[in-house]
C-alpha cells in the first residue's frame, strides 16, 4: 500500500510481530488501527486489521478459557480449616507481611514491589479454630494473574490490603478496582449471585488499610475515600501488619465471615469429647454434613446422633437433619 505510515505505526507493526500472546497481539492490532493513516489508499489495510483484531479477540477468549481449564499458571490450594479468605491488593502493600503476622508461614517479605509470584497458604488461628488465608501476587494496571479470579470467586472472604505507607497508594487501590470491573467475578459487601444473571458472582470484601504506623497515614486514608469512592462501600479495618495495631479485631471479623460452626465429637463410649479439636461446619449445616466430613461412608451408615448443647437438652437424640449449633457436642452413631 501507499506510503506515508507514521513511526508510531511502524513501531505498534513490529511489537505485533514481536507478540508472544494473543493479549499482545490484539493489544498491537489496536494501535496499529488508531495509528494507520485514513486515506483512500489505506482502507483495504484498515479492513484487514478489522479482521485481524476480531480474530484476535476471539485468540484471546480461547487462551483465557484455556487457562480456565487448566493450560495455563494455576495454583491449587484446596481447602482447609473453618473457611479461606483471599488477600489481595497492589505492590508492597504488606500482603505477605499480613500472613507472617497472623500465621506460622513464612512468605518472603520484602521492601520492593513483585516480592510474591505465587499464591502462599496460611492458617490463622481463631480460638481453637483456624481460617485459612491466601498471600498473593500483586495486581497492577497492567497485569493481574488470571488465576486471582477464580480465588476471589471461591473464597468465603477477601482482604483488599491498601498501602498507607506510600502516597501511591491511592492509585494502585483504584487499579485494583478497575481491574475487576467488568468480569463476572465482583468484590460484594456481603457473598453472593448477582439478582440479574446467576453467573455473575460477589465475595464478601473487606478494605484493610496497612501501615497505619507510617507517617502521614491517616491523611493518605482519607485521601483514598475521597479518590477511589469505589472504596467507600466497603467494611473497613486499619492495621500495622508490622507493629501489630488493630490485629485483633481484625482476626475476629475474618472469623466471623465465614459463617462457621464448631462443634465437638465424641464417641458414645467416651465420657468428654475431644475439646481440642472441633469439626467446623458452615452455618445451617446439619448432622449428616458433618458425618460427610468424618467419613464418606457415614452418610449411608447415619442411624442417629445424640447432641449436647445449648438448644437441646443433654444426650437429645436427633435425626440427619439437626442442624448443628456453635459448641454442640455431637455423637454419631452409625451402622457398622
Ligand atoms: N511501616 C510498615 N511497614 C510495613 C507494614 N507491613 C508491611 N510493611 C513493609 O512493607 C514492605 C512490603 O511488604 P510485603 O509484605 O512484602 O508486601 P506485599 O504486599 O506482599 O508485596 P508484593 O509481594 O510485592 O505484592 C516490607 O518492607 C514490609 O516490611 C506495616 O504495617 N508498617
Ligand atoms: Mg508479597
Redesign the pocket.
Known sequence: MAANLTPQYLKAEENYRRSQTPEEELRWLQVMLAEIPKHKASEKMQMMLKTKISEAKKAVEVSRTAAKKGGGRSFKIPRQGAGTCVVI????????????TMTNAR??????????QQPTPGMMPWRDVFVQLI????ITPDFMEPYLLGYIRGADLVLF?V?L?DDDGIEQCAAVFERLRGGKTHLGKESGLDEEDVGVSYTKTFMVF?????PDAQERKSLLMEFCPDAAPFQSFD?????G?GIEPLRDAIYESMHAVRVYTKSPTQKEPDRDKPFTVREGDTILDLAAQIHKDYVEKFKFGRVWGEAVHDGTVVKGDYVLRDGDVVELHVAM
Do not use: C, H
Request: aromatic share 8%; hydrophobic share 30%; proline share 15%.
Open positions: 491488593g497492589g505492590p508492597n502493600a504488606g500482603k505477605s507481611q499480613f500472613l507472617a512468605p518472603e517479605v520484602a521492601p520492593y514491589p513483585f516480592t510474591t498471600d498473593t501476587p500483586p490490603m498501602d505507607g496497612n501501615k497505619i504506623d507510617a492495621i500495622s501488619a508490622t507493629r495495631d
